[in-house]
């Protein structure tokens, strides 16, 4: 029986006296052959480590979801809400505001409100006990204004105390209204407030449309501005879920209460030309801008895909209900019918992105790929945000009806299509601070929340403002349907083809960019020219 024999040297390094004995192991000849045509053992990228799972640790996890600096792909498969992107960008303006102010224990409640409340509590114990004590004394040793002399003599050293302590801690840390002062004056934009009470004299005295038109609509972007701020001051104070509901329903208020307006006017044409005219303006030019500005500074900025794709498919469903209608153009009945079952399945589609986005999966629309668990930090109490919110929600609602209603002087007076100006111009309203924010942060390397701004604006608008507006006129008795122009249905969805091109493979640069600008201009050129067609319409009709 042939064999073989396998040698084990003995280790190296430890004397012996005598010589080493080796060790000889006869085998048969068939696992002599097995072992010699053995594989190798895998690489080292592909050996496995451990078997047993363990925890991650802080720094690993972060590397995880970042990826790697050498430049490798991006581990974490997720993407930024609206929201989460919103909250990133306040969140990074407030450690701004309190760096530049020293407020490093900043309190929307007031510090110098509780440490004295603590204080007073403290000075309440110290009687009591002090008049316990005093008590037993008076009894046992007929001693009871001693211990009443030292329980006050304390008593106003630790109240005296207190309050230079609370004092100190308050001019410090600043306060509320100081807070509110700076939410006001941190934007150079609000410098527009100036023009509120023209906006209302415009109105009040009949001045001329085209006036009234100019005035509000510089009057509402600050306002527009300072509805976002509440916003993220009122969900500072609750959860991610409450404050994701929060500002799905305040985030686009502005378009809302604009289409409101003019849908209770029954002019459906700003209607429709406003609501789509926001999707275009978030969806090419404040993309478009972002990937160009990122891509001035840095050569190739990445994202991750998954968001993305999906505010993409979504909005090529919208633009698949507002195809739909387009086939039944002779019979209005069947219009209606149809485009109120297409606006309760995109507002039930919606309502399934926040519960993905909120509930089921959100570990995965990460904050902008930023660890920081340290929880929002209000500037001004729940209180004052919510009155705020109400009270510029309110002045909105007043000054959109004013700017609504002189939206055809205007056009007459400046010679523009009805179709140019809620398209074009009306969008600019609500999503010029989206505007400034979302290509602020593409340019310091954040394409992420960027993209968070531009296509979460676009699918809240096209997912939930254009279907809410059609499902309100149900209930008023207005037949707002999701018959578009045929020449805006075919821009829209030429322009998710085109945006999704340039998000395919998760880079960006300046050119993609100045494609998405390019194309935001010509869409404005078309719809310049389109009021040849519906403004006929809408003079024949009036």
């Known amino acids: ?31 002599q052959r097995s072992l010699m045509t ?82 007073r509590g403290v000075t309440g114990i110290l009687s009591l006990r002090h008049s316990m004590e005093g008590s037993i004394i008076s009894k046992e040793e007929s001693l009871s204004e001693a211990p009443s002399v030292e329980a006050d003599e304390e008593t106003a050293l630790i109240g005296n105390r207190g309050q230079s302590i609370s004092d100190t801690i308050g001019e410090a840390e600043g306060t509320p209204f100081e807070a ?5 004056t941190e934007n150079k934009i609000n410098a527009l ?42 969900a500072a104070h609750t959860n991610d879920v409450i404050g994701g509901l929060v500002n799905a329903t305040f985030g686009n208020a502005v378009e809302l209460v604009v289409a409101i307006q003019a849908l209770l006017a029954e002019d459906y044409r700003v209607v429709q030309a406003s609501l789509i005219g926001s999707v275009f303006s978030n969806l090419l030019l404040v993309l478009g801008m972002c990937f160009f500005f990122g ?5 190739e900025q990445t994202f991750i895909a998954l968001g993305a794709v999906a505010s993409i498919a979504l909005l090529g469903l919208n633009g698949l209900t507002l195809y739909v209608p387009q086939q039944f153009m002779d019979n209005e009945e069947d219009v209606v019918i149809i485009s109120r079952i297409g606006a309760i399945i995109l507002i039930f589609m919606y309502a399934q992105l926040l519960f993905f986005q909120l509930k089921t999966h959100a570990h995965i629309f990460n904050n902008g790929g930023e660890d920081d668990d340290s929880g929002e930090v209000a500037l001004i109490p729940f209180s004052w945000a919510l ?43 609500g999503n010029a601070v989206e505007h400034i924010s979302a290509v602020s942060v593409a340019y310091k390397n954040k394409m992420d929340l960027a993209l968070g701004v531009a296509l979460g604006s676009s699918v809240q608008i096209a997912l939930f403002v254009l279907p809410l507006v059609v499902v309100i006129g149900w209930f008023t008795g207005k037949e707002m349907t999701l018959k578009f122009p045929a020449f805006e249905v075919y821009l ?44 006929v319409d809408h003079e024949g009709s009036a």
């Open 1 to 31: 029986m042939s064999s073989g024999t396998v040698h084990f040297e003995g280790l190296d390094g430890i004397e012996a006296k005598k010589p080493r004995p080796s060790l000889h192991l006869v085998l048969p000849a068939d696992s």
């Open 38 to 119: 053995a594989p190798p053992a895998p690489p080292e990228q592909h050996r496995r480590t451990s078997l047993t799972p363990r925890c991650l640790s802080d720094s690993e996890a972060h590397h995880r979801r970042q990826g790697s600096d050498s430049g490798g792909h991006m581990v974490s498969f997720g993407g930024v809400s609206r929201f989460a992107a919103f909250r990133s960008i306040r969140r990074a303006e407030k450690i701004a505001l309190f760096k530049s102010k020293g407020w490093d224990h900043y309190d929307p409640y007031g510090h110098e409100y509780r440490l004295g409340g603590i204080a």
């Open 180 to 184: 509110l002062k700076e939410m006001f």
């Open 193 to 234: 407030l100036v023009f509120l009470p023209f906006a209302y004299l415009s109105h009040a005295h009949r001045w001329s449309d085209g006036s009234i038109f100019i005035l509000n609509f510089l009057a509402m972007v600050p306002l527009a501005s300072m509805l976002g701020v509440f916003t993220e001051e009122l």
């Open 295 to 299: 891509g001035l500074k840095h050569k």
């Open 387 to 429: 009155t705020g919110l109400v009270v510029v929600t309110a002045i909105v609602t007043v000054l959109s009806e004013f700017l609504v209603g002189s939206i055809d002087g205007f056009c007459k007076e400046f010679h523009l299509g009805r179709s140019f100006v809620g398209v074009i111009i009306i969008p600019v309203v």
């Open 492 to 535: 829209y969805l030429i322009s998710v083809v085109l945006v999704s091109l340039c998000l395919s493979n998760q880079r960006s640069n300046w050119l993609q960019g100045s494609l998405l600008v390019s194309t935001y201009v010509i869409v404005g050129v078309g719809i310049y020219f389109e009021k040849d067609i519906t403004d």
